[in-house]
């Protein structure tokens, strides 16, 4: 059980600022225990197993054999404290455990004890432990309290990536019977249902067809929003979450409003109706290789010649980095495109050609800034050109905006903070955890907010708008001060005849 306790929110200092050490402010944040069925849905043992320890162990050996990376992580760390307080989940509790080194050293700890000589034969002298139960105690609250982001990595001089040992910790976690209900039992949705809603394809359907109907009453055209249509040029493969959630759907009636304009043949599928691969989060490669299959599968279903990603951070970073591995080979794709494509560089593209009839002055009274996802941000790339995944979709804010500004350089770009509910997070049972991770991100929006009466935060990441619709009013800002990219573009397109 969650053992979450009411809690305020930090005030949000006037600059950025490191917090005092507070020893185990966070040790009683710990997100709910997969259930038996979600677990054994995946490949897991149903609980934790009786002779956990031994399996836990072979495990990281198993992982230490198969991921170069991971062994070099925990053998490389020389302690210099450069990213000790690069963690938005460090600066907004102050818990040690959640300095980046102090996450990873709870499981090199028991590499060393493990699998180094020195650590056999003097633990105390290297700093190696046993996984006692306290210890998997730790992994369970703390590699939960990771968001995958990838910030300490940029400072770190041996570019030691967090992220990659909370994956592996979780990883060792499910194996023995300890996966996370949340991110689980989306993952099990996804495998039978198709999408992380459970959302059969008849209120899929019903969906769409309101949405067609909303736009037609808006603005007297009829936009399609197609589902399951056959021999179309683009499957899009979105997140649920642009089915209904607000902001979200403004920015699916934005895509639907680019490919309307630009003539483009394009649908969605009930198969692939879900771009997060939540296998990501908990460090599982079957399980992100049996969710990537269902979009190769819909995409040769309904004979579609490109694959485009709307706007969810971390399906594309498994969308870029991996899809080809995991569901490849995507050679019946058109070699014209990139495969995959996401939408900002269709849209891009489209603007850069001249495709799109845009007024800008329809955004006028929106004053926006842009929020670096963080998969988006250091986990990938978008377009041809080194950046292209911060210039890209600035370009397209740009060209249907009029107000748009800066929030400093330290939380932006490369920089960018995380908006504390990514990673498999972003659930009810860890709302202390986003609220106080969000700080970093909150520091920076007021301070916009301040010095050019900035109105609205603008994201291309799902989890990203649902958490910011969640934490905004924490800090005084309303739920609605987030909007998607391509909702102002679809405010800003002149729908009707040339
Ligand atoms: S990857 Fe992100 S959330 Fe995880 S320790 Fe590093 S900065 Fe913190
Ligand atoms: S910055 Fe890198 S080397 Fe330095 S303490 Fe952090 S993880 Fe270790």
């Known amino acids: 059980m969650s053992k979450e306790k009411a809690f305020e929110a930090p005030p949000i200092p006037p600059a950025p600022q490191i917090p005092a050490l507070v020893e185990g402010a966070m040790s009683h944040s710990r997100p709910f225990v997969a259930e038996p069925e979600h677990q054994r849905a995946l490949g897991f043992p149903g609980e934790l197993v009786d002779d956990w320890h031994d399996r836990a162990i072979e ?205 483009l043949r394009w649908t969605l599928s009930t198969k692939a109706s879900e771009a997060a691969n ?30 485009v990603f709307g706007e969810c951070g971390h399906a594309w970073r498994v969308a870029y980095n991996f899809l080809d591995t995991l569901a490849g080979p995507l050679d019946f794709l058109d070699p014209k495109y990139p495969a995959p494509q996401h939408i900002v560089e269709v849209t891009h593209d489209l603007i850069s050609r001249g495709a799109l009839r845009l007024d800008p002055s329809a955004n006028d009274e929106r004053r926006v800034t842009f929020h670096d996802s963080c998969n988006i941000a250091r986990a990938s790339r978008m377009g041809e050109v080194a950046g292209g995944q911060f210039a890209l979709p600035r370009d397209v804010l740009r060209s249907v905006c009029n107000h748009v500004f800066e929030m400093d350089p330290d939380a932006t770009g490369e920089r960018t903070f995380c908006c504390g509910g990514g990673g498999g997070l972003l659930t009810d049972d860890l709302v202390e955890l986003r609220v106080k991770g969000s700080l970093p991100r909150m520091q920076a929006f007021k301070e916009i907010v301040r010095r050019h009466r900035v109105s609205h935060l603008v994201a291309i990441c799902a989890i990203c708008k649902s958490q910011f619709s969640k934490v905004l009013p924490f800090y005084g800002f309303t739920m609605d001060q987030v909007l998607s990219l391509h909702q102002l573009v679809g405010d800003a397109i002149v729908l009707g005849e040339r």
Not at 297 to 307: H, K, M, V, W
């Open 59 to 263: 495990k990281m050996g198993d992982l230490l054999h198969r991921y170069r990376g991971f062994r070099v992580f925990l053998d490389a760390c020389v302690k210099c404290g450069a990213c000790t307080d690069k963690c938005h989940y460090f600066l907004g509790t102050g818990d040690p455990k959640n300095m980046p080194v102090g996450r990873q050293d709870l499981l090199r700890k028991v590499y060393r004890r493990h699998f180094t000589l020195a650590g056999k034969f003097f633990p105390k002298l290297v700093g190696a432990a046993d996984l006692s139960e306290e210890m998997l105690d730790d992994w369970y609250r703390y590699f939960h309290q990771c968001s995958q982001c990838r910030r300490c990595s940029v400072f770190c001089p041996y570019g030691i990536d967090t992220a990659e040992v909370s994956m592996a910790g979780r990883e060792i976690l499910a194996s023995i019977g300890m996966g996370q209900k949340y991110s689980n039992e989306i993952i099990g949705k996804v495998h039978r249902i198709g999408n992380n809603l459970g959302l059969p394809q008849p209120a899929l359907a019903h969906t769409l067809e309101g949405l067609e109907e909303d736009i037609e009453e808006e603005t007297g055209v009829r936009v399609r929003l197609p589902l399951d249509q056959a021999d179309s040029d683009i499957l899009l493969v979105t997140p649920s979450a642009d089915f209904f959630a607000e902001p979200h759907v403004d920015g699916l009636i934005g895509y639907a409003k680019v490919f309307h304009q630009a003539g």
């Open 278 to 307: 939540f296998g990501l989060f908990i460090g599982s490669y079957e399980n992100m290789r049996k969710v990537a299959l269902r979009i190769r599968d819909a995409a040769l279903d309904l004979g579609a010649r490109r694959i």
